[in-house]
């Protein structure tokens, strides 16, 4: 099959698209993959056809400051989730969208593989499914359905445990949708509209997971908040395996001999700006801990903006071989990257977590719900809060053991074959659904009137 890949131009969420390309490129499928510009060398690396985005949609999210300054100047909350929403993502709607159909008049794909965020997809997704190509999307964060105790979203909030908590849920949900939901909703119909859409109701991230031709989750039920109902299109796949040798060996590797317990601690890659949230007073927490060796890693930047003074137990590396490292890991330290977490557990790696920016308030609800580690709900730790939370997960069997279930579920999706499986019946439906309105393979990719007039 052709296959379109599409990505917001963010580690977090290329990351695990560019692991979905591996596996249908070692298939035999014929790739080609659309994002910002600034990812085309390490997209074409990977032996995958690059094509960039332009104008609006071609931006580069490792510095979410740089792209909506304002958010610089505003506390994690209802505002800050309207200006990043609105400027991060609705505004890029217009240029993603333009960049899907010119891509696809050059490369007429058989399916569309997005990740959930990428919402340029949505305009695509609101035509007759027989004037487009199906449309998979690959959820690269939390199920951001809606819940059923009414909660928002992105706020860190755990499943409701009575109906006080459901009284409580409703005044922070109507507060969401004055100050967030509502505001947001007014803007994006905005952009619909300008691109000859009708508006919709639904509100955004329900929208593209309502409207998907199937939705793969990129995670096992047992780390999602239960709902009562999810559209039948969703499927938890597990995690993509790691793409081998995106690293090589660090120079202190048989250092990790299994003498001491080893501690992974990262900031991922997005907000590794200031180390001193996160790797630094972790060293710090960890320094005179004879049992335990500090692993580090700078999420790519250079080691010398991890300031201070190194102790004798710790080992830094900008980039790691995260195949190599996950299973000498004892535990991981993270600011609660998606990602990053989920392959945590699928190693059977328990966590400590602490960050409440982007998506990471609710990722590390999850793992403090789910049993598979401790959130210290806060985005900067003190050195005292991070050793005794260290310590307590170490010396805890329950954290371990949870850890292990957690991947034996992992263990028992065959993630490969999975997507394989609805990549092939979402593309097999599609074709019937032509048939039976009567087109042909030749419709310039399925594009609607409208855009082949832009």
Known sequence: MKILITSTPGIGHINPMLAVGHMLRSEGHELSFLSGSWLRDRIERAGVHFRSFSGEADVDLRNLHEVAPELAELPTGFEWLRVALQRIFIDRIADQYRGLQQALLEFPADVIVSDDMMFGVLPMLMTPREERPPIVLCGTTILHWCRSDGAPNFLGLPPAASPADVERFAVIADEYERLTNGPT???????????????????????????????????????????????????????????????????????????RKVVLVTQ????????????????????????????????????????????????????????WLLPKVDVLVTNGGYGTVNQSMSAGIPLVT?????????????????????????????????????????????YRNRARQMAEEFGAIDTRSTILRILHETARDSRTARLVAGRSRSDRAYLPAHAMTR
């Open 268 to 323: 991922g890659t997005v907000a590794n700006r200031d180390f001193g949230l996160l790797v630094e007073p972790t060293m710090a927490a960890l320094a005179n801990e004879p049992d335990i060796l500090v692993v580090g890693t700078a999420g790519g930047r250079p080691l010398d903006a991890i300031s201070g003074p190194i102790p004798a137990n710790a080992r830094l590396a900008s980039y790691l071989p995260f195949e």
């Open 185 to 259: 909703m007014q803007h994006l119909n905005g952009v619909l509209r300008g691109l000859g859409m009708e508006p919709i109701s639904l509100a955004l991230f329900d929208a593209v997971i309502a409207h998907a031709d199937a939705y793969l989750q990129l995670t096992v039920p047992s780390f999602e908040f239960p709902r009562e109902h999810i559209p039948s299109t969703v499927s938890f796949v597990g995690t993509p395996p790691l793409i081998p040798g995106q690293a090589p060996l660090p120079p202190w590797a048989s250092d990790l001999d299994g003498a």
């Open 354 to 398: 602490a960050g409440l920016t982007e998506d990471k308030a609710d990722v590390n609800a999850r793992v403090k719900w789910s049993g598979v580690g401790i959130n210290l709900e806060t985005n900067e730790p003190t050195p005292g809060l991070l050793g005794d939370a260290v310590r307590t997960v170490l010396d805890t069997p329950h």
